[in-house]
């Protein structure tokens, strides 16, 4: 059997003409991508469309990466760029990125519909509600580090950010998250009594 | 407070000094606040890290591979005209320009005043094809519609690809 092939390896097959490593690729990062496609898009076929768009284009500019970061960080600043043009096209309130009160009725219909089967909820819904909720790139920061397997530099790296910049962004990201958290799981507590 | 999250925060992460490093171990064993707050950043910080991925449709990697195949069968447009074959027209022209303006030039004759006597060399039974017959209007305007149309595409062509490496960049 074929031991796992890094990234790396599955590219130069890609440049040797070798389209099947790229479904490998495709595969092994379509997650993720479309993970955090869904933190700008809010939208599943909104997402599909962005994570596809991403991959199109890596694919397109797979010769041109340097190889001086890894592959994943490298892909990660496409979706980043293609999300935040997405956003501009569609005119999802260019603002709505930097006001929180766009997503507050997000928050406030999910909270609606989800009364129902409340007792099937676990504490991973509430989370992944909760970072629903968060601005767009508060959620890309939390989601890079906590699934990417990015370090600061890396996601500094991948949103055109300094370290430190990411750092300070994480910190408040984490505040608001746990804000979140807390306010839904309140919110809950209230509609079971 | 926000301080002392802020330090937690680096502590938990590992982007601290040894020396701060042992400073906040220190403070977390002797100050309250600081064990009590440590304790609930990592409670939450285990809970941040079981954040679920989201799963794309089954078709996405087929969808990516399909489109990719698409925008490679409209590329051949201008990769698949081998080159050899525009290599090999080009020559033939060459040749036969090379081989006609060597053929002129031998037949002039140099010795003589002013222009050479071209005519006077070219022989009594040789004949110019008479093409005047086969040249009518429409024909011309068919010809100048065609290089048109051939002209329109090839734009759109440029146009398509400059926009293609603008989406790309």
């Not at chain 2, 002013?114 to 040789?126: E, H, R, S, T």
Request: charged share 25%; hydrophobic share 40%; proline share 2%.
């Amino acid at each position: 059997m074929q031991s796992k092939l890094s990234d790396i390896e599955l590219i130069d097959q890609v440049l040797a003409g070798n389209q099947a490593a790229y479904a490998d690729l495709v595969k092994r990062h379509q997650r993720f991508v479309f993970t955090l496609a869904m933190r700008f898009a809010k939208g599943r076929e909104d997402a599909e469309e962005i994570a596809q768009d991403c991959f199109i284009k890596a694919y397109r500019s797979l010769a041109s990466f340097q190889r001086q970061s890894k592959f994943s960080t490298w892909l990660y600043s496409i979706v980043y760029t293609t999300a935040m043009t997405f956003l501009r096209k569609k005119r999802v309130d260019t603002d709505s990125i930097d006001d929180e009160n766009t997503y507050i009725q997000v928050e406030n219909q999910s909270s609606a519909y989800d009364v129902n089967n409340a007792e099937n909820k676990s504490r991973s819904f509430y989370l992944n509600q909760a970072i629903e909720q968060l601005l767009p790139d508060d959620a890309t920061i939390i989601t890079l580090f906590y699934k990417g397997e990015q370090s600061l530099e890396e996601i500094g790296q991948a949103l055109g950010m300094e370290a430190n910049t990411v750092k300070v962004k994480l910190f408040r990201a984490r505040q608001r998250l746990k804000e979140k958290l807390e306010r839904n799981l309140k919110h809950e507590a209230k509609e079971l009594i | 407070m926000n301080n002392i999250e802020e330090t937690l925060w680096n502590y938990i992460d590992g982007n601290c000094t040894p020396d701060e490093q042992s400073v906040i171990s220190t403070l977390i064993a002797s100050d309250e606040a600081y064990r009590l707050k440590y304790q609930e950043l990592l409670i939450l910080n285990k809970e941040f890290e079981t954040i679920e991925l989201e799963e794309p449709s089954m078709a996405f990697t087929y969808n990516v591979i399909e489109a990719i195949r698409t925008e490679q069968a409209q590329v051949p447009l201008k990769a698949a005209i081998n080159k050899r074959i525009i290599l090999g027209i080009a020559l033939f022209f060459v040749i036969s320009l090379t081989g006609f303006l060597i053929y002129a030039l031998s037949n002039m004759d140099w010795s003589g005043q002013g222009m050479p006597d071209l005519a006077a060399k070219v022989p009594v039974n040789f004949k110019v094809p008479d093409v005047s017959s086969h040249i009518s209007k429409p024909l011309v305007e068919g010809f100048m519609f065609f290089d048109v149309v051939l002209a329109l595409f090839l734009f759109d062509t440029y146009l398509r690809r400059k926009n293609i490496s603008r989406q790309a960049n």
